[in-house]
């Protein structure tokens, strides 16, 4: 029998833009009918090379990103691209700008451009951009660049779902080793001081180098990839030696540099490859995001058998410190293991549904 999910997976397969629009639309509103799909699709994924971009609001990420997919194109790949606004949930306007931005590359079957939103958590967002990567690397997307705005945690995992990470500067925003941030040099496989047209660029490189170096003196810059499930690989997957992240400076509205980056992109890629680091990085990647996937599940789950007024009335007790979090833990465990006992919700759903009287027409 074909059933609508395989149905799509074969039009993804296919790279059919109508039946991956509404995909990623469903993986947006979390519409589990999206999930037969995903699975179908699963084992024709890994093909994909997933490139984060990330940086400071207005660093120009947008402008980047389009003319890295204009020279990729150039070079005959296929370019998937995923613009992530975590701070606009509700569509806000600069995704409107990037869309508008971004009409240029309209018209060409070689690349395919989506913005997410999310209106639930940024972890939902997260797992909605992993799901939106995959659909494109399953209908035969060469390269995915996935736009985000670093903000803190929003950076690193982002980090942590590509398999090359830019890490993009502008001069003015500081130029001193204060100004950029902590940890930048953990997740960066690649520098771009873009807007080099601008005064300062110089300065913004050398901040950059420096902080390289003083890395380099605390036994050089080692990466969180390999944490996840298994505790004891902490600082197992770190960077091996060979490979330190260039810094390359870019004029994105004039395309200066553009080549440059591209070619460090696919210099990194061929490194992953050599240095055995791709399938660490593979692993960690699918590890964190079943582990996310399961946390999820579960917590739902556990969330399902507990009545609303329980959780409200337990919360407010630890809010006002009558109960300590660790006893309304257990208390929570406790509750849910009960309702566990007297079965599963989707039964009593399934007798209601017997009891229902036949509606004839
Ligand atoms: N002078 C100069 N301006 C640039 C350059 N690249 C981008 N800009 C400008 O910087 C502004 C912001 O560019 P975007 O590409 O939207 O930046 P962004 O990082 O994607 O911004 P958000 O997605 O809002 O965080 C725009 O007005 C661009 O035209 C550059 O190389 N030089
Ligand atoms: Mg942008």
Not at 35 to 57: E, W
Not at 195 to 201: E, R, S
Request: aromatic share 2%.
């Amino acid at each position: 029998m074909v059933t609508e999910a395989s149905r799509l997976a074969e039009l993804v397969l296919e790279g059919d833009r109508r039946a991956l629009a509404r995909l990623i639309t469903r993986i947006e509103n979390e519409n589990p009918s999206a999930l037969p799909v995903m699975a179908a699709l699963y084992s024709r994924t890994g093909r994909g090379h997933i490139v984060g971009v990330t940086g400071a609001p207005g660093c120009g990420k947008s402008t980047l990103v389009n003319e890295l997919a204009k020279q990729l194109r150039r070079e005959g790949r296929m370019v998937g691209i995923v613009a992530v606004d975590p701070t606009s949930p509700f569509s806000g306007g600069a995704l409107l700008g990037d869309r508008i931005r971004m009409r240029d590359l309209a018209g060409d079957e070689g690349i395919f451009i989506r913005s997410m939103a999310s209106r639930g958590s940024l972890g939902g967002l997260a797992r909605a951009t992993g799901d939106a990567v995959k659909l494109l690397d399953a209908a035969g997307f060469e390269v995915i660049l996935v736009e985000t705005v670093g903000a803190g945690q929003a950076e690193v995992d982002i980090a942590k779902a590509s398999h090359t990470t830019l890490v993009i500067q502008a001069p003015g925003m500081g130029d001193d080793i204060q100004a950029i941030k902590a940890g930048i040099l953990e997740i960066a496989d690649i520098f771009v001081v873009n807007k080099a047209d601008l005064p300062g660029a110089e300065n913004t490189v050398r901040a950059l180098q420096m902080m390289q170096r003083l890395g380099r003196d605390n036994n050089g810059p080692y990466r969180h990839h390999g944490r996840l499930m298994r505790a004891n690989r902490v600082g197992q997957a770190a960077e091996p030696p060979g490979w330190e992240a260039p810094i390359l400076q870019t004029v994105s509205i004039s395309g200066e540099g553009i080549a440059e980056v591209v070619a460090a992109i696919q210099s990194h890629r061929a490194h992953l490859h050599q240095s055995g680091e791709f399938q660490i990085r593979e692993a960690a990647r699918i590890e964190a995001e079943f582990e996310s996937m399961l946390r999820d599940t579960l917590l739902n789950d556990l969330l399902a058998r507990i009545p609303t007024i329980e959780l409200d009335a337990i919360l407010s007790q630890v809010v006002a410190r009558e109960m300590d979090p660790y006893s309304a833990v257990d208390r929570i465990m406790t509750i849910a293991a009960a309702e566990g006992e007297t079965g599963p919700r989707p039964h009593r759903a399934h007798a209601l549904e017997a009891e229902k009287p036949e509606v004839r027409r």
